[in-house]
């Protein structure tokens, strides 16, 4: 069974505890799943390298302030939609009833779907928070990493903002390469299904309706 609470370690916010943490991500992947370490190896060995306040400040210009993206899936999937809203009521209940600690981020942080995967028990319910929520939200985040779209964004932001975090060119897209990894790892574990997405207005339906019932 893969250990996808490990994996949600990667995207912590930055500290001692939490490279040590990754250090042992790279060193499970490189046991395990060799093809899919390759992926991560240039965030662990960036982590490694890079000062705690250059990692912070990456860290939060890639998904705090004025971010590339954000680590809330529902928010990636649904936007400002009320779904979002009924999701995370009922992803909290399932947090519940799986006993997993959610700490201070939201239900539908990426952190807290990828520990919720082996804790619940419920087979459906796992596959639908695969494949309605988890694998169309990174695909969507990793798309944000384009440079196009991100020297987009960069354009709005001076102009609105007329300021912006530093950015080490080398290391500023850095997190794309866990979310890949994470990713190409689901794919093992859960192939692509044909036809298994609804269109978008039907998906928001229908996920929340799956939730809304296995609750």
Do not use: A, Q, R
């Given at each position: 069974m893969i250990r996808y609470e490990l994996l949600g370690d990667l995207f912590l916010y930055p500290s001692e505890e939490v490279k040590a943490k990754i250090c042992d991500v790279q060193k499970y992947l490189d046991e395990n799943f060799l093809i899919v370490s390759d992926l991560l190896r240039d965030f662990s060995e960036f982590v490694k390298m890079t000062s705690l306040k250059e990692w912070e400040e990456i860290y939060t210009r890639t998904f705090d302030v004025q971010a590339i993206t954000t680590l809330d899936l529902g928010y990636v999937v649904f936007g400002d939609d009320y779904k979002r809203g009924e999701l995370l009521v009922n992803l909290g209940n399932e947090h519940k009833a799986a006993n997993n600690d959610c700490g201070t981020e939201l239900a539908d942080h990426l952190t807290n779907l990828l520990r919720?995967?082996?804790?619940?028990a419920d087979s459906e319910l796992k596959h639908d928070l695969i494949y309605y929520i988890i694998k169309p939200a990174l695909k969507k985040i990793i798309s944000e990493?384009?440079?196009?779209?991100?020297?987009?964004?960069?354009?709005?932001?001076?102009?609105?903002?007329r300021t912006?975090?530093?950015q080490n060119e080398i290391n500023r897209l850095i997190y794309q390469k866990p979310l890949l990894a994470i990713l190409e790892l689901i794919r093992i574990a859960f192939p692509d299904e044909q036809n298994t997405f609804p269109e978008e207005k039907d998906f928001a339906k229908e996920i929340s309706n799956e939730l809304e019932i296995q609750s």
């Open positions: 919720l995967i082996n804790k619940t990493f384009d440079k196009d779209s991100i020297n987009g964004k960069n354009k709005v932001y001076e102009k609105h903002h912006l975090i530093e």
